[in-house]
């Protein structure tokens, strides 16, 4: 093929190493997408949260930041719903549509940030537990073993009354306390990895542990890690929201966990307060929902055992 | 023709008349099996040949009405007369094991890894028997697996507990529960040692032969049917492109493809061996995208312009000797003629030629 | 027909019956080494809860003797009185070993908030707990099986999507939050439906527990959290089945079964769903924590006096021994209920004795 003025134009400029990976991994996230958009309670699930995450960034858009304030509250306590407060008063006065927008940002960041935790903490555990074999290996299998056997909310308790109740803590409680499930995971994942035959030839050609554990391991694994995080999200808000109900929520933050605590602790119950007890679960089993079944199609994409069984 | 004899030959054990068989695909209707008919009668060995995908399993299954449902079925394929497509259930399950059975590849998940070979043996002797006691189902369970070579006593093992030759063996003494005349042995030997398919070779042509029962062989392996069998179908595509006695068939194939499979596996003593292919080119075809014309074309050494438009019918070459190929001659040594044709590719444009 | 090269000497064809009993012998002691192991593997897990126990709440309870003191004691002299009965400043190794002994029998001191021995809180305790969990637990199997087994074997039709829904939704939400809403509908009354149900606790005031009345009394009050507990665990339950009946239905040797004639019937009840309950027993061993902390919850929310309740009230204070007492009792329970799920599946699996 030759140009108007007669003259070839050169080859393309070889591409590098570095750029040959991401076009690699640009192209495996749209294959993913695309088979993703197949899912439809997967897709369902993505726009639920969608709405929930834009709700929760633009909150201070929707509703009135005043409205959070317990003493500057207009309505009366335990209102039943009417035309200003849509879904009526919290036991300050305070509307509960209000808290129930700006709950989501509690409910949500906690969440994430409680299963970023578990998430680093379960795949480091589990592929250093894969990788490093005999006496090391062992002992953290069994120790992974062990905290999965022990009950999560009993623990959750403790370590939440050691550490007071507050929003770090809450999320660093769950994470500390979830790690195992997603640390045998991985652990098995690695273990079939590294039996593979390009891992012996990378060491033979020198690669050293890290460099096997984080070129090698981690990326193979990372997909498995991928829907694994979006189910442990689902688990964390859960975990935040009974936590919350039981006492430990940060007095000074509203969260979905929290408002039901209120709502439990100052009687709604008897005073049939519906409009305070529904909606903030109600949210929470959207949330978690959508989470579950974003996780699941990942799961159903990225495993292919369970793809025929859709 | 003279007049009917009173006394006439019984019919055949298993007759297939034109059978096409379709799965139903995401992507359209595949046809598995494209018209192939055939007849095994009792004390027969017959073997059916081919590559995988080429309709040999789909066709054992359909014998018993085991294809996956929503497959569709055209031809008959009579069990004792009777046409198992069109059975009632109740008739059908009463077929099954009864007067056929499946000797499946034992070696990976066709026996219930949780329960005892005795009781799955047993099973069907119960089911097809409601008199027969627990007791009379055990000394029978225990005959059948003495049978096979197997002590007694391993009845009451677990699957994973067994090799994968004497799990095979299991299979053959399950098949012979309920004393059917018919046995379909589905790739028996596949995933085995040499040594060891040999053994349950023997072991399965020995009480075919000592009982007197019919057996379809389905393999890929072509020296298992050429050493077990008495007569050989070769498939290609859904169809069957060679037919004839074991023994001349191995030796002497008349179909390209047929020759390929026959010289893939050389025989010691062969001077053709020497130069035997190593394997076709090119991969099987796509059922649902086949060549047109003879679907084999795309691969043979013989093809001509002819061959891409005119899809040749299943004719008979010699006295029991069937082909579907337009350029079969009964006089030419096919594996002679792969081996020169193969030598011929091997060798550099412009030197001299082979013997 | 020709005969194939007779190698019957390689592979012992016929080996002998003492052979085969050799092996099924030495496959017994396997299964019984396999039983000491787990055991032993359940044995060490407890020792360490009993160790994390003990650190866990040394490291809350830097000062007991301030929390002891309160109320009892004002000078110092009383209050190092009170360290020095209890020990509380005794080397680790030591405090550990008194922790040890007392732990064999349960001896978790006395509660902070009632002044009673926390072993007699925990007893009394007990009976609601377990009313409360065994019901719904063995509610939640049966159903939950139930519901995963048809919702299989009618994959992709009305049952099966209604049902897949509705258990993913009930796995979705806070058990507890159900137990509001049940509560909410039907014991406090709502609109037109009246109060149906006793408004928590276990008893009605002034009854017998024990007497038939008492008993019914009980039952009365257990319905709405034993109901609430029932549907929250039979999610899972019904979701694992379901997926494992799937997993299993597209095995090779259904297609064995069915070629012997079996009916599909047959085939779907006597092998699939019966092979598809091992892994169920495995998924669910592995998530026994979820049912203590439903108990704790659904508790809390129908004020039903168990352990569970007897833990969130020890939370305000927080009443230390109690909190530990319960920890530990939630904790080795689990490890047991794990322990027995295991020998269960071993017993059904034989594959796995090995």
């Known amino acids: ?310 | 023709m003279s007049p009917p004899v009173e006394d006439e030959a019984p019919p055949p054990l298993l007759e297939v008349i034109d059978l096409h068989v379709s799965y139903p695909t995401a992507s359209g209707p595949l046809p598995a099996v494209r018209g192939v008919s055939f007849s095994v009668d009792a004390g027969e060995s017959v073997g059916i040949a081919g590559e995988s995908g080429c309709g040999k399993s789909t066709i054992a299954a359909t014998v018993l009405r085991l294809q996956p449902k929503g497959a569709s079925v055209e031809g008959s394929v009579l069990v004792n007369g009777q046409d198992t497509q069109r059975m009632p259930w109740g008739q059908l399950r009463a077929v099954r094991w009864g007067d056929a059975a499946i000797v499946f590849q034992g070696a990976l998940h066709s026996l219930n890894p949780v329960q005892r070979i005795e009781d799955q043996i047993a099973e069907p002797i119960r089911l097809h028997d409601e008199s027969v006691g627990k007791g009379a189902a055990a000394t029978r369970v225990g005959q059948l697996l003495e049978s096979v070579g197997l002590p007694s006593g391993r009845g009451s093992a677990y699957p994973h507990q067994l090799s994968g030759g004497q799990k095979q063996r299991v299979m053959i003494a399950m098949a012979l529960a309920c004393r059917p005349q018919l046995i379909l042995a589905d790739e028996p030997t596949t995933a085995l040692d040499v040594m060891v398919q040999a053994q349950v070779l023997s072991v399965l042509t020995d009480l075919v032969y000592d009982l007197g029962l019919g057996l379809l062989l389905i393999s890929h392996d072509l020296s298992v049917l050429g050493t077990t069998c008495d007569r050989v179908l070769v498939m290609y595509a859904g169809r069957v492109v060679e037919h004839g006695p074991a023994a001349s068939l191995f030796d002497h194939p008349l179909h390209p493809y047929g020759g390929a499979l026959a010289a893939a596996f050389p025989r010691v003593g062969d001077p053709r061996a020497r130069f035997a292919p190593v394997g076709l080119p090119g991969d099987p075809p796509d059922p649902q995208a086949l060549p047109s014309g003879c679907p084999f074309h795309p691969r043979c050494a013989l093809a001509t312009e002819e061959c891409t438009t005119t899809d040749p019918p299943l004719e008979p070459m010699a006295p029991c000797r069937e082909v579907a190929c337009l350029h079969a001659d009964e006089s030419r040594d096919m594996k002679l003629l792969l081996a020169r044709s193969r030598l011929q590719a091997a060798r550099p444009a412009g030197s001299a030629t082979a013997p | 027909m020709t005969h194939p090269i007779d190698v019957t000497g390689i592979e012992p064809v016929a080996a002998s019956q003492s052979a085969s009993d050799e092996v099924s012998a030495s496959s017994r002691a396997a299964g019984w080494r396999w039983f000491g192991r787990k055991v032993a593997g359940s044995a060490a897990t407890l020792g360490f809860i009993v160790v994390v126990n003990f650190f866990l709440f040394r490291v809350i309870n830097k000062h007991p003797e301030r929390t002891l003191a309160r109320g009892r004691a004002k000078t110092p002299e009383q209050v190092q009185a009170i360290v020095d009965k209890y020990g509380l400043d005794d080397p680790l190794p030591r405090q550990f070993l008194v922790y040890l002994k007392n732990i064999v029998t349960l001896d978790f001191g006395d509660s902070y908030q009632y002044s009673q021995p926390v072993r007699g809180l925990m007893l009394d305790r007990l009976w609601p707990t377990v009313a409360l969990v065994g019901t719904s637990t063995v509610l939640s199997i049966i159903f939950g099986i139930w519901i995963g087994t048809i919702a299989a074997w009618n994959r992709g039709r009305t049952f099966d999507g209604v049902s897949t829904t509705s258990t993913i939704t009930l796995y979705s939400m806070p058990e507890w939050w159900l137990g509001l809403i049940l509560f909410l509908f039907l014991a406090t009354g709502f609109g037109p439906i009246p109060r149906l149900f006793p408004i928590g606790q276990l008893k009605s005031a002034g009854v017998d527990g024990w007497s038939l009345n008492g008993v019914i009394d009980q039952t009365w009050h257990l319905v709405l959290p034993v109901v609430t507990l029932t549907l929250a665990y039979l999610a899972e339950y019904a979701l694992i089945m379901r997926s494992a009946l799937l997993d299993e239905m597209g095995e090779d040797y259904l297609q064995t079964a069915r070629a012997k004639g079996l009916s599909d019937l047959l085939v779907r009840r006597r092998h699939a769903t019966r092979n598809a309950l091992l892994p169920v027993v495995t998924l669910v061993s592995l998530n026994l924590g979820f049912i203590v902390s439903g108990a704790i919850t659904v508790e809390t929310v129908f004020s039903i006096p168990g352990l569970g309740l007897l833990t969130t009230d020890a939370l305000r204070i927080p009443d230390i021994p109690v909190l530990q007492g319960t920890f530990f009792v939630f904790s080795a329970s689990v490890v047991i209920a794990n322990l027995v799920s295991n020998l269960l599946y071993g017993w059904l699996d034989p594959r796995v004795r090995v």
């Open chain 1, 1 to 310: 093929m030759t140009t108007t003025d007669g003259s070839t134009p050169a080859a393309p400029a070889p591409l590098s190493a570095r750029q040959v990976i991401w076009r690699r991994r640009k192209d495996s996230a749209v294959r993913t997408w695309r088979e993703f958009r197949r899912h439809r309670s997967g897709v369902l699930g993505m726009v639920v949260l969608g709405v929930f995450a834009l709700v929760a960034i633009f909150a201070s858009l929707l509703v009135d930041p005043e409205g959070l304030s317990r003493t500057r509250a207009t309505g009366l306590p335990l209102e039943s719903p009417s035309s200003t407060y849509w879904l009526g008063t919290d036991e300050y006065g305070r509307s509960v549509l209000t808290l129930l927008v700006y709950g989501a940002r509690v409910s949500l960041l906690v969440g994430l940030f409680a299963t970023l935790i578990s998430m680093v903490l379960g795949t480091l555990i589990g592929i250093a537990s894969a990788f490093w074999g005999g006496w090391v290996g062992a002992a953290l299998f069994r120790l992974t073993e062990w905290f999965l056997v022990i009950p999560f909310l009993p623990l959750a308790l403790v370590l939440a009354t050691l550490l007071g109740g507050s929003l770090v803590t809450i999320a660093f409680v769950i994470g500390v306390t979830s790690w195992p499930g997603t640390a045998l995971l991985i652990r098995s994942q690695s273990l079939s990895i590294i039996a593979r035959p390009y891992m012996e030839r990378a060491r033979v050609l020198g690669a050293g542990d890290w460099h096997q554990m984080t070129r090698h391991i981690l990326p193979n694994v990372m997909p498995m890690v991928f829907a694994n995080t979006t189910l442990t999200v689902a688990g964390a808000i859960l975990s935040e929201t009974t936590l919350s109900f039981l006492g430990f929520g940060d007095p000074t933050r509203v969260s979905w966990g929290t408002m039901l605590d209120s709502a439990f602790t100052n009687g709604a119950l008897t005073l049939g307060a519906w409009w305070f007890l529904f909606p903030p679960g109600i949210c929470v089993v959207l949330v978690v929902l959508s989470f579950t079944l974003v996780g699941q199609s990942l799961e159903e994409i990225f495993n292919p055992r369970l793809r025929q069984r859709r």
